[in-house]
């Protein structure tokens, strides 16, 4: 199985800067790509940004320019530089990998961290 877990949430000012890392561990076969999504109260996951394993990345065009993703040299590790921040970007993020556990598993799946709570105040 695969865990996700991930760090680096807080409470920050309009235009402060914060750092999410997050950590995959457990069996873990193939990375297809890692990315950030969040979550704001009433609102639907959104994707953030994705890392690939090819390399190349891609953002919603709200943090474009603002908040830029990386991935670790074993390509587990994924964190999300969130710089100039807004009050809309609170919310919650959450870590998520697609990939397969096993070479028995068919079809990537997602996985997900348990999230962590980004608060921007105006």
């Known amino acids: 199985q695969v865990q996700l877990v991930e760090s680096g949430g807080g409470l920050v000012p309009t235009g402060g800067s914060l750092r999410l890392s997050c950590a995959a561990s457990?069996?873990?076969?193939?990375?297809?790509?890692m990315a950030w999504y969040r979550q704001a109260p009433g609102k639907q996951r959104e994707l953030v940004a994705t890392?690939?394993?090819?390399?190349?990345?891609n953002y919603v065009h709200s943090v474009k320019g603002r908040f830029t993703i990386s991935r670790g040299h074993a390509k587990t590790t994924v964190t999300l530089q969130m710089n100039s921040l807004k009050p809309e970007d609170t919310a919650v993020y959450y870590c998520n990998l697609f990939g397969r556990a096993t070479a028995l598993q068919p079809y990537g799946r997602d996985y997900w961290g348990q999230g962590t709570q980004v608060t921007v105040s105006s």
């Open positions: 457990g069996s873990i076969f193939v990375v297809n790509h």
């Open positions: 890392s690939t394993s090819a390399g190349s990345t």
